[in-house]
């Protein structure tokens, strides 16, 4: 693959002139995507391809856990939860730390997958908020949850002995604005207007409680 950084989506797989690589004189293609250690990449490190295969997969896995997932399921709340978080959110949050940074319109579609275990988990009617159904399920939104993965794998890639990848989570966040956009960019950008209020809905249920 070779990767660049560009605002629009190229469909040219390798820039002209660059040569093709051969292993015992058989060509290795250039390629748009490749799937490594779990993580769809693409050349344009936008992780589009990524969420689109999660999103498959947590299809598939929701289908086949529908009967204690659904509405009509004799499951309790507290084991319908702690099934969802087992898995399906593993799926959808599965190394997070490399693509939480990704685009919010991109994320957003992991968030749909929540958002709907939460409204058939309770049988919810349609016009309960969302924000709500995160607070009565004690859940936080995706972007929180691999924002706090993130605030906690940096650290320890910093203090780890090997040089690579020390040299790999040491650097310096481009500016939010800019078009670039890189794994330490979920630390230091705000929060999306679904998280703050869920986080907000669930700061008052704690001073309710006490």
């Given amino acids: 693959m070779s990767f660049i950084y560009r605002k629009g989506r190229s469909s040219v797989v390798v820039v002209h002139g660059i040569p093709s690589f051969r292993i015992y004189n058989a060509p290795i293609p250039w390629q748009h995507t490749y799937k490594y250690l779990g993580t769809t990449l693409d050349r344009n490190l936008y992780f589009r391809d990524h969420i689109k295969r999660v999103r498959k997969t947590v299809i598939f896995y ?10 009509n399921s004799i499951l309790s709340l507290r084991n319908k939860r702690t099934l969802y978080l087992i898995c399906i959110r593993t799926v959808l ?3 997070c730390p490399v693509f939480a940074h990704a685009a919010p319109n991109t994320l957003k579609k992991l968030q749909v ?3 709907k275990f939460c409204r ?5 009617h349609w016009c309960v908020k969302n924000s709500v ?16 993965a993130s605030e906690r794998f940096f650290p320890i890639a910093e203090s780890h002995p090997n040089p690579l990848l020390f040299a790999a989570a040491s650097y ?6 800019h078009f670039i956009r890189r794994p330490r960019n979920i630390l230091t950008g705000p929060s999306d207007d679904f998280t703050i209020e869920v986080e907000r809905l669930s700061e008052l249920n704690k ?3 006490k």
């Fill in 120 to 124: 058939t988990a309770t049988n919810a």
């Fill in 133 to 148: 159904l995160h607070r009565d399920l004690d859940l936080p939104s995706i972007t929180k949850y691999m924002k706090d």
């Fill in 207 to 209: 001073q309710n409680v």
């Fill in 172 to 177: 310096e966040a481009p500016r939010p604005y």
């Fill in 62 to 71: 929701q289908a086949r856990l529908n009967g204690m997932l659904g509405r």
């Fill in 113 to 115: 997958f929540q958002n």
């Fill in 93 to 95: 949050t599965y190394a």
